[in-house]
């Protein structure tokens, strides 16, 4: 089974308009990171949005943010106010377990964000 | 701002010949790690480094792959004899400590591997 899916391969949003890209996760672990990173057609990742599974409140980061629905077990990202900039790959991905020193990060297949002027 | 430092940005090998990649994690950062990105893929995980030790590797970093810190900002990963399904994007992240929003991966801006 896919440890994390996301079942958008593509998405087209207006400028200035919200966006949501879906993520659901599987695991058993209590103990969990989920992290979002966007990749620009540069190639580099660069880190969006952290949220740990004891949080209790959804993570937010300026336009970005991140919906957590834990029974769901889904971490969706909402970016606001969408720019052309915004236009690149999202990542999601999560970091299971607790203690030692295994916190590997498992990612998803992407959602390719367009953002049309 | 601290960033995580890659090089070379391309290279391009023919089959059979090693490579070395290197990487500068954020400097106070304990934590280092290597994935790589078939092109059009997602991000696989490789290899974790804490401590002057692996502390985990997947089933793709087999005995033609290595690791090494050998000074005291330098992470390297070898492939001592490439073939064309190495072929890759390789990105070096590291991570300040574990739990929490510190546990944040931050990404270098990758090595693009080229195996002829």
């Known amino acids: 089974a896919q440890k994390i899916t996301q079942t958008q391969p593509g998405m087209f949003v207006q400028e200035k308009e919200a966006v949501t890209l879906d993520c659901t996760y599987d695991t058993s672990d209590p103990s969990y990171g989920l992290f979002w990173y966007k990749q620009p057609s540069s190639g580099e990742m660069i880190f969006l949005i952290y949220?740990?599974?004891?949080?209790?409140q959804n993570a937010t980061e300026g336009r970005y943010s991140l919906n957590f629905q834990k029974a769901r077990k889904s971490a969706n990202l909402v970016i606001s106010a969408s720019q052309l900039g915004d236009s690149a790959m999202y990542f999601c991905?999560?970091?299971?377990?607790?203690?030692?020193?295994?916190?590997?990060?498992?990612f998803g297949k992407g959602t390719l964000l367009t953002v049309n002027p | 701002e601290p960033e995580v430092t890659q090089t070379p940005s391309h290279q391009v090998t023919q089959m059979g010949q090693e490579v070395i990649l290197r990487c500068v994690p954020i400097?106070?950062?304990?934590?280092f790690y290597w994935y790589r990105q078939i092109l059009g893929q997602k991000v696989e995980f490789l290899v974790s480094?804490?401590?002057?030790?692996?502390?985990?590797k997947s089933e793709i970093f087999d005995d033609q792959f290595s690791v090494e810190r050998p000074d005291g900002s330098n992470f390297t990963l070898k492939i001592r004899s490439t073939k064309l399904e190495d072929s890759a994007m390789y990105f070096c992240?590291?991570?300040?400590?574990?739990?929490?929003?510190?546990?944040?991966?931050?990404f270098g801006p990758g090595t693009r591997l080229l195996v002829l």
């Open positions: 991905a999560m970091r299971e377990g607790s203690g030692g020193s295994n916190y590997k990060l498992t």
């Open positions: 480094f804490y401590n002057n030790e692996i502390s985990e």
């Open positions: 949220q740990g599974s004891y949080d209790q």
């Open positions: 400097s106070n950062h304990l934590y």
């Open positions: 992240a590291s991570s300040e400590a574990l739990g929490t929003l510190q546990e944040t991966q931050y």
